[in-house]
C-alpha cells in the first residue's frame, strides 16, 4: 500500500501545489512581478509532473489493449489534458487567438519535436528504422484537411456568419473523427501497426514499460483525478502567469507554445523511449496521432464554448502560421512515405521546430 503511495507521489505533490496556491493567491499578485512569475513557473512544473503520472497510467492501459489501441489512448490523455487547461485559461482576460495559437503550437511541438528528435536520435543509434508506411499517409491527410477546414479557410468566412461555420466545423471534425476511429479500431486497424522480427521484439522492448499488473480500474480512477487537480492547478497558473508576463513584452504566442508544451511533455519521454528501443511504429503513432487528436477533438470543443458564449475565437492561422504549417506537412509527407525513418530526416524536422522556436521569440 504504501509503495503505491509513493508511486502517485507526483499526484500528492500537485495536491500540495493547487492548495498552496489558492492559499497565497492573492499575497502573491500583490508581491511583484518576479515572485509572480516564480509561482506561475512552479506550478506549471506541478502540472507536468501531475501529466506524467497521467501518461504513465494511460501507457498502463495501452499495454493491455495494444497498438493501434494504446497510442490512441495516449494521444486522447494529453489531449484531454490540453482542452481541459485551455478551457480553464480562457475563462479569464486570455488573447482571443490563444485556442489558435495553441493547436498550432502543438502541432509544430507534435511532428516537428516529438517526431523530429525521436527520428533522430533513433536514426543516430539504429540507422534506419522501420514503421508501417500507411499510418504517416492516413494521418498526414487527415491532419491538413482537419487543419485546413478549421485553421484556414475562416480567414475567408464573413464575420457575420462565424457561428454558422462554427457550427459545421463541429459537425465537419465529429464525422471525421468518428470516421478516422472507425478505421482505426476496425477493418484498417493494421494501417496503425507494426510486425516487428521476433529478434526485434525482444531486443526492441523500452528498458521502462509499464507494470501492466496495475488493475485497469485504478489507472482509469487515478486519470479522472489527475485531470481534476490538473484543471484546478491551471486556473491558478492562468491568473498568476498572466499577471507575471503583462506589460514584460514577452511574445504574444508563449502562452499557447506552455499550454502545448504542457500537454506533450508526457508524451515526449514516451516517444524517445520508443525510438530508443527502435519501436518507430509508437513514435509515429504517437507524434502524428497526437496532432490529429489535438486538432480534431480541440477545435469542436472549444468551438462549441464560442457558440455557447456568444464570443468568437480567432481561428484562422496567421501567413507565417500557415507556411509553417504547410512546409511541416509537405516534410512529414515526404518523410513518411518509404516506411523507414533515418537520421536526416529526423534533423529537417527538428530544424523546422528550431525555426519555431525562433520565430514564436521574435513574436511571429
Same mark, same amino acid.
Given at each position: 500500500?504504501?509503495?503505491?503511495?509513493?508511486?502517485?507521489?507526483?499526484?500528492? $505533490?500537485?495536491?500540495?501545489?493547487?492548495?498552496?496556491?489558492?492559499?497565497?493567491?492573492?499575497?502573491?499578485?500583490?508581491?511583484?512581478?518576479?515572485?509572480?512569475?516564480?509561482?506561475?513557473?512552479?506550478?506549471?512544473?506541478?502540472?507536468?509532473?501531475?501529466?506524467?503520472?497521467?501518461?504513465?497510467?494511460?501507457?498502463?492501459?495501452?499495454?493491455?489493449?495494444?497498438?493501434?489501441?494504446?497510442?490512441?489512448?495516449?494521444?486522447?490523455?494529453? $489531449?484531454?489534458?490540453?482542452?481541459?487547461?485551455?478551457?480553464?485559461?480562457?475563462?479569464?482576460?486570455?488573447?482571443?487567438?490563444?485556442?489558435?495559437?495553441?493547436?498550432?503550437?502543438?502541432?509544430?511541438?507534435?511532428?516537428?519535436?516529438?517526431?523530429?528528435?525521436?527520428?533522430?536520435?533513433?536514426?543516430?543509434?539504429?540507422?534506419?528504422?522501420?514503421?508501417?508506411?500507411?499510418?504517416?499517409?492516413?494521418?498526414?491527410?487527415?491532419?491538413?484537411?482537419?487543419?485546413?477546414?478549421?485553421?484556414?479557410?475562416?480567414?475567408?468566412?464573413?464575420?457575420?456568419?462565424?457561428?454558422?461555420?462554427? =457550427?459545421?466545423?463541429?459537425?465537419?471534425?465529429?464525422?471525421?473523427?468518428? $470516421?478516422?476511429?472507425?478505421?482505426?479500431?476496425?477493418?484498417?486497424?493494421?494501417?496503425?501497426?507494426?510486425?516487428?522480427?521476433?529478434?526485434?521484439?525482444?531486443?526492441?522492448?523500452?528498458?521502462?514499460?509499464?507494470?501492466?499488473?496495475?488493475? =485497469?480500474?485504478?489507472?482509469?480512477?487515478?486519470?479522472?483525478?489527475?485531470?481534476?487537480?490538473?484543471?484546478?492547478?491551471?486556473?491558478?497558473?492562468?491568473?498568476?502567469?498572466?499577471?507575471?508576463?503583462?506589460?514584460?513584452?514577452?511574445?504574444?504566442?508563449?502562452?499557447?507554445?506552455?499550454?502545448? =508544451?504542457?500537454?506533450?511533455?508526457?508524451?515526449?519521454?514516451?516517444?524517445?523511449?520508443?525510438?530508443?528501443?527502435?519501436?518507430?511504429?509508437?513514435? $509515429?503513432?504517437?507524434?502524428?496521432?497526437?496532432?490529429?487528436?489535438?486538432?480534431?477533438?480541440?477545435?469542436?470543443?472549444?468551438? =462549441?464554448?464560442?457558440?455557447?458564449?456568444?464570443?468568437?475565437?480567432?481561428?484562422?492561422?496567421?501567413?507565417?502560421?500557415?507556411?509553417?504549417?504547410?512546409?511541416?506537412?509537405?516534410?512529414?509527407?515526404?518523410?513518411?512515405?518509404?516506411?523507414?525513418?533515418?537520421?536526416?530526416?529526423?534533423?529537417?524536422?527538428?530544424?523546422?521546430?528550431?525555426?519555431?522556436?525562433?520565430?514564436?521569440?521574435?513574436?511571429?
Amino acid at each position: 500500500m504504501l509503495l503505491s503511495l509513493l508511486k502517485e507521489r507526483f499526484l500528492f $505533490v500537485g495536491l500540495a501545489a493547487a492548495i498552496l496556491a489558492y492559499a497565497t493567491e492573492h499575497s502573491l499578485l500583490e508581491m511583484g512581478r518576479l515572485p509572480v512569475l516564480i509561482a506561475a513557473f512552479a506550478l506549471v512544473a506541478a502540472i507536468i509532473l501531475v501529466s506524467t503520472r497521467i501518461a504513465h497510467h494511460a501507457e498502463i492501459l495501452a499495454s493491455k489493449v495494444g497498438d493501434p489501441y494504446g497510442t490512441m489512448i495516449l494521444t486522447l490523455a494529453a $489531449v484531454l489534458v490540453e482542452v481541459v487547461v485551455l478551457a480553464i485559461m480562457m475563462q479569464g482576460e486570455s488573447s482571443p487567438t490563444l485556442v489558435r495559437d495553441t493547436i498550432y503550437a502543438a502541432v509544430m511541438l507534435d511532428i516537428n519535436g516529438i517526431l523530429g528528435l525521436a527520428a533522430l536520435l533513433g536514426g543516430i543509434r539504429h540507422g534506419e528504422q522501420p514503421y508501417n508506411d500507411d499510418s504517416g499517409k492516413t494521418y498526414g491527410v487527415m491532419i491538413l484537411t482537419a487543419m485546413g477546414i478549421s485553421m484556414v479557410v475562416p480567414e475567408f468566412v464573413p464575420r457575420e456568419s462565424w457561428h454558422v461555420y462554427s =457550427a459545421f466545423t463541429i459537425g465537419a471534425m465529429i464525422a471525421l473523427y468518428g $470516421v478516422f476511429l472507425r478505421m482505426q479500431v476496425g477493418p484498417h486497424s493494421y494501417f496503425f501497426s507494426y510486425a516487428y522480427p521476433r529478434a526485434e521484439r525482444k531486443e526492441g522492448l523500452p528498458s521502462k514499460a509499464p507494470d501492466d499488473s496495475e488493475p =485497469a480500474t485504478l489507472s482509469i480512477v487515478i486519470i479522472v483525478i489527475g485531470v481534476a487537480l490538473i484543471g484546478a492547478l491551471a486556473e491558478v497558473m492562468s491568473v498568476l502567469l498572466g499577471a507575471g508576463l503583462k506589460g514584460t513584452g514577452a511574445p504574444p504566442a508563449l502562452m499557447a507554445v506552455i499550454v502545448a =508544451a504542457i500537454s506533450a511533455a508526457p508524451e515526449i519521454l514516451t516517444a524517445l523511449r520508443a525510438a530508443l528501443a527502435n519501436r518507430m511504429q509508437s513514435v $509515429v503513432n504517437i507524434a502524428m496521432g497526437a496532432s490529429l487528436s489535438t486538432v480534431i477533438l480541440t477545435v469542436p470543443v472549444m468551438e =462549441a464554448i464560442a457558440l455557447y458564449t456568444g464570443q468568437p475565437f480567432v481561428m484562422a492561422m496567421s501567413p507565417t502560421q500557415t507556411v509553417m504549417v504547410t512546409i511541416t506537412l509537405i516534410a512529414a509527407a515526404i518523410n513518411l512515405n518509404d516506411g523507414e525513418t533515418n537520421a536526416i530526416e529526423g534533423m529537417t524536422h527538428f530544424i523546422l521546430f528550431a525555426t519555431f522556436v525562433m520565430l514564436t521569440m521574435i513574436g511571429l
